[in-house]
């Protein structure tokens, strides 16, 4: 950025010789018989291997139309999975009759389903759950909206990290790894275990004749920051924990 006289100066640019674009720039791969996309001109490609020596742009061969066309054919055989998260603003159950068959027409064939604080949680649990939660006949409805357009469903549950939901209410907050953030359940106190299976087992009585389950371990920033975890038997080995 160049300032001038305290006043912002745009930078010049030579239209004879513009910057190079951004790699996920590219064209893409062409769709639906699309005319195919040329390959960038060697001047760009001698930028941009100036730039990234490690990988050489533009040596690779033209794809011809049949090629093309397996990848296509490769590309129709993957499921295309959208992740449904739940939590925060809760949409009206009548919104899942339309909203499932836009995604049906765009290709989607699944859906991973996160209910968080938003299911129907009874004993214990109930005290995390959201002011206006789904009700079982609002988990059958949208169960049946995603069968009438062809989406089977995986529930998510969150079984480590992406905990907040639960954690912030003041009665589980003992079970923070560390007592300041509510992200992580702590792995050291017997009771995280008890809260976890109590969490998994009413989702899947739900979800019985769900083929898949998605256990959420992800983005666990930190780890064993508990009082109880200084005796872990696993506290210097991640792998076990």
Same mark, same amino acid.
């Given at each position: 950025?160049?300032?001038?006289?305290? /006043?912002?100066? *745009?930078?010049?640019? $030579?239209? !004879?010789?513009? =910057? &190079? @674009? %951004?790699?996920? /720039?590219?064209? *893409?791969?062409?769709? $639906?018989? !699309?005319?195919? =996309? &040329? @390959? %960038?001109?060697?001047?760009?490609?001698?930028?941009?291997?100036?730039?990234?020596?490690?990988?050489?742009?533009?040596?690779?061969?033209?794809?011809?139309?049949?090629?093309?066309?397996?990848?296509?054919?490769?590309?129709?055989?993957?499921?295309?999975?959208?992740?449904?998260?739940?939590?925060?603003?809760?949409?009206?159950?009548?919104?899942?009759?339309?909203?499932?068959?836009?995604?049906?027409?765009?290709?989607?064939?699944?859906?991973?389903?996160?209910?968080?604080?938003?299911?129907?949680?009874?004993?214990?649990?109930?005290?995390?759950?959201?002011?206006?939660?789904?009700?079982?006949?609002?988990?059958?409805?949208?169960?049946?909206?995603?069968?009438?357009?062809?989406?089977?469903?995986?529930?998510?549950?969150?079984?480590?990290?992406?905990?907040?939901?639960?954690?912030?209410?003041?009665?589980?907050?003992?079970?923070?790894?560390?007592?300041?953030?509510?992200?992580?359940?702590?792995?050291?106190?017997?009771?995280?275990?008890?809260?976890?299976?109590?969490?998994?087992?009413?989702?899947?009585?739900?979800?019985?004749?769900?083929?898949?389950?998605?256990?959420?371990?992800?983005?666990?920033?930190?780890?064993?920051?508990?009082?109880?975890?200084?005796?872990?038997?696993?506290?210097?080995?991640?792998?076990?924990?």
């Amino acid at each position: 950025m160049n300032i001038n006289g305290g /006043k912002f100066v *745009p930078p010049v640019v $030579n239209i !004879n010789n513009p =910057p &190079p @674009l %951004p790699i996920n /720039k590219l064209p *893409p791969f062409p769709i $639906n018989n !699309n005319p195919l =996309p &040329p @390959l %960038p001109n060697q001047q760009y490609n001698d930028i941009q291997n100036q730039q990234f020596p490690n990988y050489q742009f533009g040596n690779q061969q033209q794809p011809d139309e049949s090629q093309y066309k397996l990848i296509e054919e490769q590309l129709d055989k993957l499921e295309r999975i959208v992740h449904v998260d739940l939590k925060g603003a809760v949409p009206r159950v009548e919104y899942f009759k339309d909203f499932f068959k836009m995604l049906k027409d765009f290709g989607a064939t699944g859906i991973l389903l996160e209910y968080e604080d938003v299911f129907p949680f009874k004993g214990r649990l109930a005290e995390a759950v959201n002011g206006q939660p789904y009700t079982l006949q609002d988990i059958s409805f949208i169960k049946a909206q995603a069968a009438a357009n062809g989406l089977y469903i995986i529930p998510l549950v969150q079984t480590y990290g992406h905990l907040e939901w639960i954690l912030k209410v003041k009665s589980f907050s003992h079970l923070r790894d560390h007592s300041e953030y509510p992200q992580v359940i702590t792995q050291c106190l017997e009771e995280s275990y008890e809260v976890i299976f109590d969490m998994l087992d009413q989702v899947i009585e739900q979800h019985q004749d769900s083929l898949y389950f998605h256990v959420g371990l992800d983005e666990v920033y930190y780890k064993l920051m508990h009082a109880n975890c200084t005796q872990a038997p696993f506290q210097g080995d991640f792998t076990k924990a």
